[in-house]
């Protein structure tokens, strides 16, 4: 579906993607993970038409961005991080104003309204204005909007951020079913456990570059499938190890309380990029 090949953006001397060769596979759920300043936000405005790329390759469905920029806009849906719902309006309306903007006939466009509420359970809120609605039902209906005129790709800026971890994992559940449409998502997030919980393949970026690409599990895997935690003093420490074995003759030779678990995605994140992420 995606294909990059030595893809590069320069803001003036400033590098902010550099040399990026990146396939996401249709029908994907692939996650963009990476620190402040890592690059995603510009890739998702170039794969997005907003912004051209100083060199390399684009391929969307099989055409050249940005030479093919309308065709690629209409298989586009976008989930952006900040509410952009007209307050004002209903939530039919809401869908109703995108689906017109897509010059949908309007009864394919009220059959689609109708599904679309039910799928993400506002069936029932379809008459209620947006200003009405929690953050949760917001994002929900900011999901049925991008999948109003059947996108082949969409894109999940920050989906779930500042929403409870309940509602989120109802979000959770309902991105995991587009992969029954066949809907390849690219996402965003700085919930390491979102992207461990969603996402296929995980590519990690510091500073405009490409570090690891894998799924989470394999990414775990190859760093270490166990974690020894301990604090020294004010900062957590991590040593990762191929065995429980080997991290338990570790932990025996410290004189501090350690922890010994299995690593997940944020400890290989951590260890890769020397950061934790911030929302």
């Known amino acids: 579906m ?78 952006p991080q900040h509410f952009n719902l007209d307050p004002d309006l209903t939530a039919r ?47 929900r209906l900011m999901i049925a909007r991008a999948l109003l005129h059947r996108p082949r790709l969409l894109f999940l800026d920050e989906p779930t951020v500042g929403l409870d971890p309940q509602v989120r994992r109802r979000l959770w559940d309902l991105i995991r079913q587009l992969n029954n449409d066949d809907i390849t998502v690219l996402l965003t997030t700085h919930y390491i456990e979102e992207a461990e919980f969603l996402c296929g393949q995980v590519a990690i970026l510091d500073k405009g570059n490409l570090i690891a690409l894998d799924s989470p599990a394999e990414l775990c895997r190859r760093m270490g499938a166990y974690v020894v935690e301990w604090v020294p003093e004010d900062t957590r420490e991590t040593r990762f190890f191929h065995s429980r074995e080997e991290a338990s003759v570790f932990a025996g030779q410290l004189n501090v309380t350690t922890t010994i678990r299995r690593s997940n995605l944020e400890d290989v994140f951590v260890e890769l990029t020397g950061r934790k992420v911030s929302g």
């Open 93 to 139: 309306e809401n869908l109703d104003l995108h689906g017109r903007l897509h010059h949908m006939p309007a009864a394919q466009r009220q059959g689609r309204i109708d599904e679309l509420l039910e799928y993400v359970e506002l069936g029932d809120r379809g008459g209620d204005k947006v200003q009405h609605l929690s953050g949760g039902l917001k994002r």
């Open 2 to 79: 995606i294909q990059m090949k030595g893809l590069v953006k320069k803001f003036g001397n400033r590098t902010a993607v550099n040399q990026l060769d990146l396939s996401i596979k249709q029908g994907e759920i692939f996650g963009l993970l990476g620190p402040n300043g890592a690059g995603k936000t510009t890739i998702i405005r170039m794969l997005t038409m907003l912004t051209r790329p100083t060199a390399g390759s684009l391929t969307i469905n099989g055409w050249q961005a940005p030479a093919d920029e309308r065709r690629i806009k209409a298989i586009l849906g976008i989930v």
